[in-house]
């Protein structure tokens, strides 16, 4: 008899799921059989006016750039990056040095590489949720042991628990909130981990989209042992598929880290591509990053105007480029909307993966009035598609159970007479929603949140006891539901008509 043989594999790293994230461009499009160029992204938090390589203000020659790289091709990247943290100084503009830039290859692998250089098997964590996943799951690499707080807690953590940990985690601006905390909360924070030996890990990638970038706290790190500040580049400058980030540390940490850190992390590409944007005249204050910021401004007012028109949905206040929408009163689940949309070409981002929001919320990120029209007029589409397959499966339920049967007017219903006092309410639903057939009665309203929407208010057809009457009798033969809806409208509607 064989033995059955145990992995090579450490026990945390077996029982690892992977995260879940948003921009999942081409894995939506083969799903759905929709062309990756018709999808509509705002499932991923980029800058709405694109790279400055695409954008007038930021100046910017890729073909020149990669050109010039082309003759590196031939050579290993200089591990030291030695131009890319001059660049990065020059882009901080707070007086450091490049002692202290640690470069990385994208948010997940400084993240990464901080845990392995300070966790042990078994260390406590302190992740506030909700917040980036990828704190969660580099820790769990390392054989951490996780701990939430809430997010409304950081502040007020007691020495013991502060005391008790390797590292706290604090992401300003917060994601998926877009909250931002202030400078001199941090900093007190930052105080109080000096004082317990905890690092605090403060994620700053989005912050120079925010609407106060100043509340950065960059400047501080010289004299910190206990502090490390991510930077990310894939936000600022929408370049997603460049992975370029930097981290920013005392000399003594960032030294250890860059000794620790893989070897020739950035290819000679990125690195070209890194210092160009980084040595923008202006560094975060540049035009184009200027620019930005009151893009996103203006383009987030009128998201949240749009959201806030659809019913039930609730967006929460953001100072960045991406709004939170709580949509737990809503008849659509984050799951469900999310994949409804999905097979319309559009993509948001499906919140239940972040522990404490359940389904009950959803990210959507700041893009141009344009594409936010369109997925305004996407979620219309989609609340329609759910009322329909509800009212469906409501009336087989019905037809099912033997209670379809012409009942007269409902007087218990908090809404009669909806339309005309003597109607029937077999149907407190219409399974022909929207059939956008104007001789019913039915029209094209305005919708408050821009669009129109098909309402069926002086539409009475379904309600009478006759018309009841057939319908059910069609209804409750054998066969596909469409089929004899369709068959239903032919023979009983069609004709009234």
Aim: hydrophobic letters at 40%.
């Amino acid at each position: 008899m064989s033995q059955e043989k145990e992995l090579p594999l450490k026990e945390n790293i077996i029982e690892l799921a992977c995260p879940s994230h948003g921009g999942l461009i081409r894995e939506m499009a083969d799903k759905y059989g929709i062309p990756a160029s018709e999808m509509l992204d705002l499932s991923a938090s980029l800058n709405p006016l694109g790279s400055p390589f695409d954008h007038p203000l930021g100046g910017l020659d890729l073909d020149s750039l990669l050109e010039h790289a082309m003759g590196r091709f031939g050579q290993y990247p200089d591990n030291r990056y030695l131009e890319f943290r001059k660049a990065a100084v020059n882009f901080l503009g707070n007086g450091l040095s490049i002692e202290n830039i640690v470069p990385g290859n994208g948010s997940c692998e400084i993240i990464r590489l901080v845990a392995e250089a300070i966790v042990d098997q078994g260390d406590i964590v302190l992740i506030p949720h909700p917040t980036f996943v990828e704190y969660e799951q580099q820790c769990n690499v390392a054989g951490a042991d996780v701990r939430y707080i809430g997010q409304d807690d950081i502040f007020d953590l007691s020495d013991d628990v502060l005391g008790g940990a390797k590292i706290l985690f604090v992401c300003n601006p917060n994601n998926p909130t877009g909250k931002l905390h202030k400078r001199d909360d941090i900093l007190s924070l930052a105080k109080r981990c000096v004082i317990n030996n905890t690092l605090l890990f403060v994620d700053e990638a989005f912050i120079e989209l925010t609407d106060d970038p100043s509340q950065t706290i960059t400047d501080t790190v010289i004299d910190n042992d206990h502090l490390f500040i991510l930077r990310s580049l894939t936000k600022d400058f929408a370049i997603p598929g460049v992975r370029l980030g930097f981290g920013v540390a005392s000399k003594t940490i960032a030294n250890a880290l860059n000794t620790a850190r893989l070897s020739w992390n950035l290819g000679s590409i990125p690195e070209e591509i890194g210092i160009a944007m980084l040595n923008m005249e202006g560094g975060c204050n540049s035009p184009y990053l200027v620019a930005s910021r009151k893009a996103i401004e203006n383009d987030r007012n009128y998201l949240t105007e749009r959201i806030s028109g659809i019913r039930k949905f609730k967006p929460l206040q953001s100072t960045v480029n991406y709004i939170l929408v709580d949509i737990s009163a809503s008849p659509l689940d984050s799951v469900e909307l999310t994949q409804r949309l999905a097979a319309h070409g559009v993509l948001i981002r499906d919140c239940s993966s972040f522990p404490s929001l359940g389904e009950d919320f959803i990210r959507i990120a700041v893009r141009p009035k344009e594409e936010t029209d369109r997925l305004s007029q996407a979620i219309g589409k989609v609340v329609v598609e759910k009322a329909r397959d509800d009212a469906k499966a409501e009336l087989v339920s019905m037809l099912e159970s033997g209670n379809a049967t012409p009942s007269g007017g409902n007087l218990d219903c908090p809404y009669y007479p909806c339309h005309f006092s003597g109607q029937d309410c077999t149907f407190c639903f219409c399974p022909f929603y929207g059939c956008e057939d104007e001789r019913t009665g039915g029209k094209w309203v305005d919708r408050s949140s821009g669009g129109q929407v098909w309402s069926c208010e002086d539409c009475v057809l379904v309600h009478e006891k006759d018309v009841v009457e057939e319908l059910l009798y069609v209804l409750s033969e054998a066969g596909d539901m469409d089929i004899k809806l369709k068959k239903a409208w032919d023979k009983v509607l069609e004709p009234r008509l």
